[in-house]
Nanobody
């Protein structure tokens, strides 16, 4: 059974940084794509950043390009999302999910963690 546990969210001022972590169990990072999704209030869940299992290729939503970096530590079975230059529109619940795609999804798309709140506000 796949279990994904996120951590690292919080309240940050515009321009600040956060790093999110996703510890995976029952799932190996080499087996499938995995990544981060965001759900803002009143909006659908959408892919923000994904990392390919086969070759580590990374994918980003246009809004995240140049500001977010996804990485993985296969030894720790953990995926990270470094978020810099945060903006108020980055606010939402961030979910670790597998599989991953830079599209809008429904909750039955795949396996999810419990989510971690990111709030960007002054």
């Amino acid at each position: 059974q796949v279990q994904l546990v996120e951590s690292g969210g919080g309240l940050v001022q515009p321009g600040g940084s956060l790093i999110l972590s996703c510890a995976a169990s029952g799932f190996t990072l080499d087996a499938d794509t995995i990544g981060w999704f965001r759900q803002a209030p009143g909006r659908v869940r959408e892919g923000v950043s994904c990392i390919s299992a086969s070759d580590g290729t990374t994918y980003y939503h246009d809004s995240a390009k140049g500001r977010f970096t996804i990485s993985r530590d296969s030894a720790k079975n953990t995926v990270y999302l470094q978020m810099n230059s945060l903006k108020p529109e980055d606010t939402g619940v961030y979910y670790c999910g597998a599989p991953c795609a830079i599209v809008a999804v429904t909750p039955d798309f795949g396996s999810w963690g419990q989510g971690t709140q990111v709030t960007v506000s002054s």
